[in-house]
């Protein structure tokens, strides 16, 4: 087998019994990426010389008998994470050339852990996309294609769900604002959790929206994801909003039962076609393994999508007011001050970014705050409500991850308000603070993948894992990608 | 609520973002159908709602006001534009 198809686990344990080295990993993951990555486009940075120095350690770390967690464990980092001495650039033209003095703390715990960083995946520009178009570096290939078109990988962690789907990295991490790990791991066929607000450190992270941004893994297994996540995860007091909470093993939740777990399907999320018939499936599958099926119902979530496109367009235009051209990035002169502001932003910001500064400005603006602003923070508080009553019924719910599968490049980018719309069913996890799931679960007509999503209650990632392994094990989900390693 | 162009000149001033004239009438069609769609939040019944700002229920913690970092000017600077010795530098503000 060629080193690059192991699963995160699977190359930890090899790595253990001595069947391959970290430096033997790591070169094939390095070869995959010299060999793919021009017709992907999933990586912006490759750090081969730092990867190839840190898994020499890593194997030299392991031989001691001091390996962690992760020790030799070749991973891709979203581009949105600061990496001290490594270009980051959160897809912008803004931070092209921006290479961050310190490192985020989730990518710290990760060293930290022993994992080897073979570069910085591509994204959209500021996480801000359902495709990856908008990335300043060019759009992403999804590995998967149908005949004559190639498709999207989704957004916006879709070179962190299009390197892991090729081969070219073990796992990535990614973030999740509004649905930008688990629409990405649904159109290229692998798992990713957006775990409970809180649960991952925000520090170092390039902000979008800081009361919707967690950070999480997306991996080719659901056990994959615990064991990354395990070690993303923590209090951080350098975030506020970081939960002083244990982390669990995460892992273990993998092999867990659902005999007896209350599974909530909203009543609200009724589709046609092959969507659809996966969810009924899904639904079988965890009735057939011993859980409950409960009906419940969330009816504000007709409305996350309109909320979220005041709260995160209101909290972007505050968070991207730093990018002014003078402490770092790009500076475009002008005849005074004001002038290199608006020319740096004008210039530096790419089109779907500016439309959500002006949004969110005008959300925010006098006169418009209340109807806007406060009227989207109230339903917010609605839409969190009817999770709570359901967690009166349920421990965890099962919905599909996207309306669709992976769509082809430009077919949805003339409409934003239709991009928007992709993320239907995963931004209510966000704007509630829930961590959720999406697992391949099947393919469509045109044999492309589509996931399930889990929900759960806040800080309960564990039922995440143990039903989302569930669907995992009945699916059987085997079809690979059509460009891989 | 329909954005005029004027608005939506405004709304590029108060974002610090220039907008040529010729991109106002695109500018004004894309943010008059994004917010037209944000419309239908008017229609929930939100009567005594308190508001959710945060995403998660965790009150934020005190910590001591004390100095944890500094003596960093150099890393501070190190993507610095353009600087002038320990200082960013801009373009001339007071005469």
């Known amino acids: 087998m060629e080193p690059v198809h192991f699963t995160l686990a699977g190359a930890l344990a090899a790595m253990q019994e001595g069947a391959i080295s970290s430096v033997e990993l790591t070169e094939a993951h390095l070869r995959a990426i010299d060999r793919l990555n021009p017709s992907l486009n999933a990586y912006i940075t490759v750090t081969a010389d730092r990867a ?81 178009a908008s990335s300043a570096f060019g759009g992403v290939v999804n590995p998967w294609s149908r005949p004559g078109a190639p498709l999207v990988p ?48 925000r520090f170092g992270i390039i902000a979008y929206a800081s009361s919707l941004d967690q950070a999480g893994p997306v991996a080719r297994t659901v056990e994959d994801c615990a064991i990354l996540l395990r070690s993303m995860a923590g209090h951080d007091p350098r975030d506020s909003t970081s939960a002083d909470r244990a982390v669990p093993d995460f892992a273990a939740a993998c092999h867990a039962s659902v005999k007896g777990l209350r599974i909530g399907v909203p009543a609200e999320y009724a589709l046609e076609g092959e969507v659809q018939a996966l969810w009924d499936q899904g639904i079988a599958w965890l009735r057939d393994a011993g859980a409950t099926i409960v009906p419940i119902s969330l009816p504000h ?33 002008g005849e005074d001050l004001t002038d290199l502001y608006e020319r740096t932003r004008a210039a530096g910001f790419g089109a779907e970014v500016k439309r959500r500064i002006m949004i969110g400005t005008y959300v925010l603006s ?57 993320d239907v069913f995963t931004v209510t996890a966000n704007l509630a603070g829930l961590p959720a799931m999406s697992v391949p679960a099947g393919l469509n007509g045109q044999g492309l993948p589509l996931g399930l999503q889990v929900i759960g209650r806040p800080f309960e990632e564990e039922s995440v894992f143990t039903v989302a392994a569930a669907i995992e094990r009945a699916a059987g989900f085997t079809t690979l990608p059509g460009m891989m390693a | ?64 006001d004390a100095v944890t970092d500094g003596d960093q000017a150099e890393a501070v600077l190190a993507n610095a534009p353009d600087r002038a010795g320990a200082f960013f530098a801009v373009p001339k503000v007071v005469e």
Do not use: H
């Not at chain 1, 077919?411 to 992709?422: G, T």
């Open chain 1, 301 to 333: 979530t007709k409305y996350a999508l309109p909320t979220y496109y005041i709260v995160a367009p209101a909290e972007a235009s505050s968070n991207l007011a730093r990018y002014d051209g003078v402490r770092y990035g790009l500076r475009v002169p």
């Open chain 1, 366 to 422: 006098a006169g418009y705050y209340d109807a806007y602003y406060v009227k989207a923070q109230q339903v917010r508080a609605l839409i969190r409500r009817d999770f709570t009553n359901a967690w009166g019924v349920c421990d965890a719910i099962l919905t599909p991850s996207t309306p669709t599968a992976a769509f082809a490049e430009g077919a949805a980018n003339d409409d934003p308000v239709a991009m928007y719309l992709n």
């Open chain 1, 154 to 201: 989704g957004g916006s962690s879709g070179g962190s769900a299009a390197a892991v789907a090729a081969r070219l990295a073990l796992a990535a991490t990614a973030t999740d604002t509004g649905g930008s790990i688990r629409q990405p791991a649904a159109f290229c066929g692998i798992a990713g959790i957006k775990p409970t607000y809180g649960r991952c450190s």
């Open chain 1, 52 to 132: 190839l120095d840190a898994a020499r350690a890593a194997d030299a770390q392991r031989a001691r008998g001091e390996a962690g967690p992760l020790t030799g464990a070749p991973i891709a980092i979203k581009d949105l994470f600061c990496t001290a001495g490594v270009k980051t650039t959160a897809g912008s033209r803004i931070l092209a050339d921006f290479i961050p003095p310190y490192e985020s703390t989730v990518t710290s715990q990760l060293l930290r852990d022993g994992a080897v960083f073979l570069g910085k995946v591509n994204l959209d520009e500021f996480a801000m996309g359902s495709s990856n």
């Open chain 2, 1 to 64: 609520m329909s954005l005029d162009a004027k608005t939506v000149r405004r709304v590029a001033t108060l974002s610090r973002l220039r907008v040529e004239e010729a991109d106002i009438p695109r500018l004004q069609a894309e943010l008059n159908g994004i917010l037209g769609w944000i419309e239908q939040l008017q229609s929930v019944d939100t009567t005594g709602i308190e508001p959710l700002a945060g995403g998660g229920d965790t009150v934020l913690p005190l910590r001591l």
